[in-house]
């Protein structure tokens, strides 16, 4: 069965220090890999997907990166928080470029100071 | 017009009732549905997933699509305080993916 594994689960940061948060699937090959941001009473907001190895669309113009330097690993970066960037940060994985399912791994909270 | 409007709740019941999740939707395009629950500080799980119009029964849950209305339910029966959570609808098709923005249900025992 396939698995999604996402870290850290939480994370406190200073204004102006970097980001990586991790992610990695399990059990599947070639997964449609996807970052979210969720806040409060506002839904889900797709900030990067990828479809393939190196391969990354960005939806929302921010200060964040993501990248796939693997089959089944992605990552979010950045090189310098802002306040505004803290929030609850979920990586997905589908089968299809279709959007037809979605499975999310366990969330990572980073709060920024 | 929002693309998925989702009754933002929150809702809370007795233990045992039947709970009617609603979302409508805009995009006639959208041909895949789902429903995830979210506890607190969790990712959203897959509840439910369905194809175009009619319903699917999984144990206590029942999810509901009208394409022609643009809405859809979710119907939780004999509902348990261990369903107390964040419910998201969403849809899918043609490389485009929508969310609610969730429904907070709260089951009293």
């Known amino acids: 069965s396939q698995t999604i594994h996402q870290w850290p689960a939480t994370l406190v940061q200073p204004v102006g220090s970097p980001l990586s948060l991790e992610c990695t699937v399990e059990?599947?090959?070639?997964?449609?890999l996807y970052w979210y941001r969720q806040a409060a009473g506002r839904g889900l907001q797709l900030l990067f997907y990828?479809?393939?190895?190196?391969?990354i669309s960005s939806e929302v113009p921010q200060n964040l990166s993501a990248s796939r330097p693997q089959d089944r690993q992605f990552i979010l970066s950045s090189k310098k928080l802002l306040l505004s960037d803290s929030g609850f940060y979920l990586c997905?994985?589908?089968?299809?470029?279709?959007?037809?399912?979605?499975?999310f791994g366990e969330g990572s909270r980073l709060t920024v100071l | 017009q929002k693309e998925v409007e989702q009754d933002p709740g929150p809702l809370s019941v007795p233990e045992g009732a039947i709970v009617s999740l609603n979302c409508t939707y805009s995009?006639?395009?959208?041909?895949?549905f789902m429903w995830y629950r979210q506890y607190s500080r969790k990712g959203p799980e897959l509840l439910m997933y369905t194809y175009s119009s009619g319903n699917k029964e999984d144990g206590r849950f029942t999810a509901q699509v009208d394409k022609s209305s643009k809405y859809i339910s979710l119907f939780i029966r004999d509902s348990q305080p261990s369903d107390s959570a964040t419910y998201l609808c969403?849809?899918?098709?043609?490389?485009?993916?929508?969310f609610g923005a969730g429904t907070r249900l709260t089951v009293k025992p």
């Open positions: 990828s479809v393939g190895i190196g391969q």
């Open positions: 997905a994985w589908s089968p299809s470029a279709g959007y037809g399912e979605l499975f």
């Open positions: 969403a849809m899918s098709g043609w490389g485009d993916m929508r």
């Open positions: 995009n006639s395009a959208f041909q895949y």
């Open positions: 059990g599947t090959s070639n997964p449609n």
